[in-house]
């Protein structure tokens, strides 16, 4: 088992965000994490991946309770995220973000540069070029490149769609199907975009005020009540 996430409570200072919330994820599964805005998802993803502690709970990575552990310390046993945003750095060059990803991830022994190139050729084109002058949808393909530099065993990608076009989203989500099958890499996907998710993964989760409200396949979630009722899909 890639994940998992047994009854966790987190929130920031006083307000509790997540309410006892448990997750699944095998190992080389990706599975979507549905919900309208300010449901949990992101704090979801900042939790798994250490940026919000948690109250309650427990977080295993990989056969290690990671519940306490920081985020770098996370990082470098294999999981990475590409937060809501992109998170780059834009006054640095694409290839002196990439090379961040990999120190980021303890110094990968092995460089990934050409893999990451391979996936996102139009990084090749722009390695000389500040980050920060590239469109949303190419800091995006940055940003995954970024992650994927560490070596990842698990990607948490939140609300990867976010602001990008819809064709540069169909392609970024073909990419990360792609490196899933490629190298069998765990993914959770937190996104508001029902069909990317639907056609990235056939597991979801539907979050509702902080808790789990559906979980399935996505040929029953898809055909059942609770897409109206907490997607309004």
């Known amino acids: 088992m890639a994940l998992e996430v047994h009854d966790l409570t987190a929130g920031y200072g006083s307000i509790t ?7 699944r994820v095998k190992d080389g599964e990706i ?37 306490r552990a920081p985020p770098h310390v996370r990082a470098r046993l294999g999981l990475t995220t590409v937060v809501q945003g992109r998170g780059i750095f834009p006054r ?8 961040m990803g990999r120190i980021a991830g303890g110094g990968a022994k092995r460089s990934r ?19 920060g002058t590239m469109s949303g949808g190419e800091q995006q393909m940055l940003a995954i490149g970024r992650s ?12 990867p769609s976010d602001g990008i076009m819809p064709a540069l989203v169909h392609q970024i989500a073909e990419t990360l199907v792609a490196i899933n099958r490629n190298e069998g890499m765990s993914i ?7 069909p990317m ?11 509702e005020k ?10 029953h979630l898809e055909t059942s009540e609770v897409m109206r009722q907490y997607l309004a899909v």
């Open 148 to 159: 994927l530099m560490t070596d990842p065993k698990l990607m948490l990608l939140d609300e």
């Open 197 to 207: 998710v639907f056609r990235m993964t056939r597991h979801c989760v539907i979050l």
């Open 188 to 194: 959770v996907i937190v996104e508001q975009n029902v």
């Open 31 to 67: 599975v979507g994490v549905l919900g309208r805005n300010g449901m949990g998802k992101s704090t979801l993803i900042r939790a798994i991946s250490g940026l919000v502690p948690a109250s309650a709970g427990i977080i295993h990575f990989a056969g290690e309770d990671i519940t």
């Open 92 to 99: 640095l060059t694409v290839r002196e973000n990439l090379e």
């Open 17 to 23: 965000v997540l309410r006892g919330i448990s997750l």
């Open 210 to 219: 902080g808790k789990v409200v559906a979980e399935g396949d996505r040929e």
């Open 113 to 131: 540069l050409d893999e990451v190139l391979g996936y996102f050729p139009r990084l090749r084109e722009r390695m000389t070029q500040l980050a």
